[in-house]
C-alpha cells in the first residue's frame, strides 16, 4: 500500500497494514474515514474529504479502477471551537515541524503541538523578528532559515514550473514556502504544520470588515481554497513534504460553523473567535497581533519587486515573471 499522510478512523489512527485491510476487504468502515490523505491499494484509491492532500482521484472519493465506489465522510464530533482546535492540532503533533511566522495562526500551533519550529525570510525581515520573540517568550524550538536574495530568481523558476495561478501574490507566497519545505525536507521531515485557511475560515481578511454580505464572501473565499492548496502543496513536494492544516479539520470546521458570523470577524484585526480561543493557550498580546501575510513578512514580496525593477520592469511584477517563464521554456 502507498499512504500520504494520516488516516483515523472513530478518533483512532490507522496503520497502513489496517487501511489497506479496511479498503481491500471492501469494509463499508472506509467511508468514515477521517484525516489528511491519499493511499492507493492495488486497483484502490482514495482521497480525504477535503483534498488536503494531492491525488490521481476526486476529494472524498472511493475508488476502483477509476471508478467510484464510495464517498468518503467522516463522523465529526460536536465541540467547542477551543477544544475542536486542540483535537485538530493533538491529530497531527506526532510528527513533522511548524511552519512559525509569530502570528496567532501558526504560534497556535506550535504552542500545542509542541513541534519544531522553522522560520523564513529575507535578514531583518518581520517574520524572523516575530518569531523570534515568540519562540523566547513560549519556548519554543526555532529553527531561523536566512533567505538568500541572490537565490530568488532560481527559485521563481521553480515555483513557477509547479504552480497553476502564476500571479504575482501566488509565486511570492510559494517562494516563502519553498525555503521552509527546503530547510524540512532536508531534515527529514515530511509533515509540515501550518496555519492555511484561518483567514478563510475565521474571517481574517481586511476586506471582510463591515461586508455587506459576509456569509457569501466567506463562502466563496472558502471555495478558492483547493487552488490555493494546489499551490502550497505542489511547492512543498518539491521537497517530498505535504502541509498540515490543523485548521481545516473537520472538528474545526463543524465548530466555527455553529458560531454566529458576528463572532468571527469581529470589531478588531479579524478573525475575532480564533484569537479568543487562542489566548486559551498563548498570551493574549500574542493572540490579538494582527495579520501580517506570509509574502509580506518575510521579506520575499519586497525583494521579488526589487528584482522586477531592476529587469527593466518598473510597474509590472507580472511582466517580470512571465519573462523569467518563458525564458525556462526557451521561448
Sequence with gaps: MMLRGWTELNGRRLAPSRLEELVCGEDPLVARLGGEFY?????????????????????????????????????????????????????????GVVALSGGVDSTLIAALSGRPCVVVGIEGSHDLERARYVADLLDLDLNEVIIPPERLPGVLVEVLRVIPEKSPVNVAIAATLYFVAEWAGSRGYERILAGQGADEVFGGYARYAGADDLRSMLASDFASLPVQRARDQGTVG?????????????????AVRALPLSRLVGDGPGKAALREAAATWIPPEIAAYPKKAMQYGSGVWGEIRRLSRHNGYKNSVQGYLTTLERNEHGQ
Design 238 to 254: 518539491l521537497f517530498g513534504c505535504y502541509l498540515s492544516m490543523p485548521f481545516l479539520d473537520p472538528a474545526v470546521l463543524r
Design 39 to 95: 493511499f492507493e491499494a492495488g486497483s484502490w484509491r482514495g482521497r480525504d474529504m477535503l483534498g488536503i492532500l494531492p491525488g490521481l482521484c476526486p476529494p472524498g472519493e472511493l475508488q476502483r479502477d477509476g471508478v467510484t465506489v464510495r464517498r468518503i465522510e467522516p463522523e465529526v464530533p460536536e465541540l467547542t471551537l477551543v477544544d475542536a482546535i486542540e483535537l485538530a492540532v493533538r491529530r497531527r503533533a506526532d510528527e
